[in-house]
């Protein structure tokens, strides 16, 4: 796999990632809303109680986190149909100490 490739690669991953968290945050947001009938709670407000706010941040990785790791599974999909070759990836680094 040669660098221009890896660098789409990179470009490419980091603008779906980057929409993608921001669609499923205003998805996951909107679905609290539809839920609970209030605006999500800022979990760092002393305000809000410790259950309410460990829900949102709970509610929200999990939305999150789910919606990127389908989006990244599908745009993997769609370099090996689109290149013919499997995705770029970097050796792991290790670190002796």
Do not use: H
Request: charged share 15%; no cysteine; hydrophobic share 50%.
């Amino acid at each position: 796999m040669n660098l221009s490739q890896r660098l789409v690669w990179n470009i490419y991953a980091t603008a779906v990632g980057t929409l993608t968290a921001v669609v499923a945050a205003k998805a996951v947001s909107k679905a609290w809303e539809l839920a609970t009938g209030d605006a999500p709670p800022e979990p760092n407000d002393p305000e809000v109680p410790l259950r309410q706010a460990l829900t949102w941040a709970v509610a929200s990785g999990v939305g999150v986190g789910l919606a990127q790791l389908m989006m990244n599974r599908f745009a993997a999909a769609g370099w090996t149909r689109a290149m013919g070759t499997p995705v770029p990836r970097f050796s792991k680094t290790n670190l002796t100490i």
